[in-house]
């Protein structure tokens, strides 16, 4: 049985739609882990923060460790992940600050990068108050394939809820499709 983690990144916590969409795709999937990156206080990367980070032992690498582990041995990551000013939360980039670690989930060769993560996929399940799907200008979504093709997974899968602004009857039928969406995308991946 696939390993699935779930995480979440909004601020919004009860008002979020992508931690919505997380706990409703959650429901379709036995094997998972689901993390709050807002909840896990990941400590953001300054200058004492790293010489922590590189330093064996420390509490700072300890966690670093354990979260690495975590994604590690995961096979599918499905990510919530608003857009707040046309990129990531906060909390999503400070975890992909985390768990990217050269020599761990990745390392360089002569020939260019190697990724390390065993997950062939990821779900990057976005919401955001405007459109920018349809219009080919979206370079959150090139970053986040960027990211996770580096990191070693083949497929970057995306689920859109967009127009979260154009009014309530919009709103709810971009919920509804994103859902729709997500069992099938669930389904097919997991089994
Ligand atoms: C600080 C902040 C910045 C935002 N920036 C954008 C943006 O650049 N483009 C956009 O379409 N929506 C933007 N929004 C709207 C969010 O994308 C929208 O509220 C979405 O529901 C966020 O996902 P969430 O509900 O899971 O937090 C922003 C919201 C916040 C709070």
New binding site residues.
């Given amino acids: 049985m696939k390993k699935f983690l779930f995480l979440k990144?909004?601020?919004?916590q009860k008002?979020?739609?992508?931690?919505?969409?997380i706990d409703f795709a959650g429901q379709y999937v036995d094997e998972k882990e689901v993390i709050d990156l807002e909840k896990l206080n990941i400590p953001e990367l300054n200058v004492e923060n790293f010489i922590q980070f590189n330093q064996e032992d420390s509490q700072q690498r300890l966690f670093q460790k354990e979260q690495i582990q975590k994604i590690k041995e995961k096979d599918v990551i499905v990510i919530?992940a608003?857009?707040?000013?046309?990129?990531t939360?906060i909390q999503l980039k400070k975890y992909i600050d985390l768990i990217a670690k050269a020599g761990e989930t990745f390392h360089y060769t002569e020939s260019g990068s190697v990724g390390h993560l065993i997950a062939n996929d990821v779900v990057i399940v976005s919401?955001?108050?405007?459109?920018?799907s349809e219009q080919g200008i979206d370079f959150f979504d090139q970053y986040m394939t960027t990211v996770w093709n580096f990191l070693g997974v083949k497929n970057v899968h995306f689920v859109y809820?967009?127009k979260?602004?154009f009014g309530e009857d919009i709103k709810n039928e971009s919920i509804f499709q994103a859902k729709k969406q997500l069992i099938e995308l669930i389904n097919k991946i997991k089994n």
């Fill in positions: 990144s909004s601020v919004l008002n979020s739609v992508s931690s919505e969409l919530g608003p857009m707040y000013n046309f990129s939360s919401s955001r108050a405007g459109s920018y809820a967009e979260l602004a």
